[in-house]
């Protein structure tokens, strides 16, 4: 069964300091799609980044970068030099490519506070 | 406007009323899901449609039912609510193909006394 975990509960940053959230996803699926959600206090999911199995480049848009590996069945997400804006609940989350469904299997969620 | 919305946005209920959330979407998508959303535990998947004969249970169904009336709505009602099923409860669409991403309504409170 597929399986994603977000290891950290809860992260605490001051302004401008980096910070790596981890997400480690569990699937014997060769074809799969790993996402992260940004969460507000607001309560709304914003979509954040789409990756596909097969492509493990890094990604990186603006203050935002992800690293894939399928070596160690990892998906970890980096804000460099983050803001109180972004303080959020941060979700990974998985979706089978071969049943198509659309199905996404969430983790647990990681509270980021960035204290001003 | 808002590509995907649901109505209400809140909403305190007692236990053994029923209740219906609603979800409109016009990005067009035939894939419409409900999730709900319980701290520590992420969001688990309730219902899901491919299109309005096409309805298929999810993880934690129990207690729930939906309606797809149309390619854009798809309703999610608990027939006689329990304090358990208090939650955010999120709707979400998608396209038909792979690549596609799943888009997220702004989700409904729902608190059972």
């Known amino acids: 069964a597929q399986k994603v975990t977000q290891a950290q509960t809860e992260i605490s940053v001051v302004e401008k300091e980096d910070v790596t959230l981890d997400c480690v996803y569990e699937?014997?699926?060769?074809?799969?799609?790993l996402f992260w959600y940004k969460q507000p206090p607001s309560g709304e999911l914003v979509f954040l980044i789409r990756?596909?199995?097969?492509?493990?480049q890094n990604e990186i848009s603006g203050r935002y970068s992800w690293n894939f590996q399928k070596s160690t069945s990892s998906f970890n997400f980096t804000i460099t030099a983050s803001q109180v804006v972004d303080s959020a609940v941060y979700f990974c989350a998985f979706g089978r490519g071969s049943s198509n469904t659309g199905k996404l299997i969430f983790g647990q969620g990681t509270t980021l506070q960035v204290k001003p | 406007d808002a590509d995907v919305t649901q109505t209400p946005r809140n909403r305190i209920t007692k236990t053994g009323k029923r209740i219906m959330l609603e979800c409109s979407q016009t990005k067009g998508h035939d894939r419409m899901y409900w999730y709900r959303q319980d701290p520590g535990l992420g969001l688990r998947l309730i219902y899901y449609s491919f299109d309005v004969k096409d309805i298929n249970k999810g993880e934690i169904s129990d207690g729930y039912s939906v309606s797809r009336q149309a390619q854009a709505k798809f309703s999610l009602s608990l027939e006689s609510a329990i304090p358990n099923q208090t939650a955010l409860y999120f709707c979400a669409t998608r396209g038909n193909r792979d690549l596609d991403t799943q888009y997220f309504g702004p989700g409904t409170r729902l608190t059972v006394l």
């Open positions: 990756r596909n199995s097969f492509d493990e």
């Open positions: 699937t014997r699926d060769t074809t799969y799609y």
